[in-house]
């Protein structure tokens, strides 16, 4: 008996899994249930590996049978972009989807953005995974990240989504009560509260003043008594009057709308931080990579326009 997964087994492997049971898989394939049993076990005897836990109420993967499951999708996906390619047909977006984005801007701004997305496209699985730590460029672990910042390098295609940058605000109780710094060096006497995401440098905050040659950069060392890897949680500190907070445009524009924050030395610029979809350049004829992000950067660009 050979060894080793065969191409014809990943389709099969995924649609089984997908399913849920046995006979769910059978149903879809066309096949009995014993075929479907059977087939499987020829699969796990050749591979020498239990895929599936099966029970008389339901089955799961192994930890083996997850590992092939992920492999398997992204390879059929890539195949689908192959023939695609090939064809040189524009298509339908299909196949697996994998992004990822930081924590309070995927759930708040990417979340919605990819359930009508996935609404319009059916035929695309899409995996979204939000982490404090964005991935290295080179990680293959997703098709599209979503980030904040400066371009990354040239090993990725970056495609700016949205302007952003990064404003210092309060709320009007805490100003009232501790006064507004005239000054980046006063800040240092006020609590300031922190945030721990990425590779930003933590509890360093970088003011500028000036254009051109006339520019100057303040690089400011802050204190407070509170720190969070969740910018939502920042926020609702900031909303409540504990101190005053660096946070993303996009993230407390509605506060500064409404008044509940306020601006704190705004003659004063602070680092672009520009949203950017991310993207291996081997994905850049994928359908649904391109649609993907085509419609991200549609969605930003008009919830941008209307916010201002």
């Known amino acids: 008996m050979g060894t080793g997964i065969q191409p014809a087994e990943l389709g099969f492997f995924v649609a089984l899994a997908n399913s849920g049971s046995l006979s769910s898989a059978g149903r879809e394939l066309g096949i009995s249930t014993a075929a479907v049993s059977k087939r499987l076990a020829y699969v796990e005897a050749r591979l020498g590996l239990s895929l599936i836990n099966r029970t008389t109420r339901r089955m799961s993967l192994t930890p083996e049978g997850e590992v092939l499951y992920e492999h398997a999708r992204r390879i059929l996906g890539e195949i689908d972009d192959l023939d695609q390619l090939l064809s040189k047909s524009?298509?339908?977006?299909?196949?697996?989807?994998?992004?990822?984005?930081?924590l309070g801007f995927g759930r708040i701004h990417v979340a919605p953005v990819i359930g009508r997305y996935a609404?319009?496209?059916?035929?695309?699985?899409?995996?979204?995974?939000?982490?404090?730590?964005?991935p290295p460029v080179s990680d293959d672990a997703y098709d599209v990240c979503v980030r904040f910042g400066d371009a990354p390098d040239s090993r990725v295609i970056a495609r700016r989504l949205a302007p952003n940058r990064r404003l210092l605000c309060a709320s009007p109780k805490y100003i009232a009560t501790h006064g507004a710094p005239s000054s980046p060096r006063e800040l240092a006497r006020h609590n300031c509260i922190g945030i721990r995401?990425?590779?930003?440098a933590y509890g360093v905050?970088?003011?500028?003043?000036?254009?051109?040659?006339?520019?100057?950069?303040?690089?400011v060392k802050i204190r407070g008594n509170l720190t969070t890897n969740d910018g939502e949680i920042a926020v609702s500190w900031?909303?409540?009057?504990?101190?005053?907070?660096?946070?993303?445009?996009?993230?407390?524009?509605?506060?500064?709308?409404?008044?509940?924050?306020?601006?704190?030395?705004?003659?004063?610029?602070?680092?672009?931080?520009?949203?950017?979809?991310?993207?291996?350049?081997?994905?850049?004829?994928?359908?649904?990579?391109?649609?993907?992000v085509d419609f991200l950067a549609d969605a930003f660009a008009k919830f941008h326009v209307e916010a201002k």
């Open 238 to 292: 900031a909303l409540e009057g504990h101190g005053i907070l660096m946070r993303a445009e996009w993230d407390i524009q509605k506060h500064l709308a409404s008044g509940r924050l306020v601006p704190v030395l705004p003659q004063y610029q602070t680092p672009e931080a520009n949203i950017y979809a991310v993207y291996a350049h081997r994905h850049q004829l994928s359908v649904r990579v391109r649609s993907f």
């Open 197 to 200: 995401q990425g590779d930003d």
């Open 119 to 134: 609404a319009l496209h059916p035929q695309v699985d899409v995996q979204l995974q939000l982490s404090a730590h964005p």
């Open 90 to 102: 524009k298509g339908t977006p299909q196949g697996l989807l994998r992004v990822n984005a930081t």
């Open 205 to 219: 905050w970088r003011l500028s003043l000036g254009r051109g040659a006339k520019q100057r950069t303040e690089a």
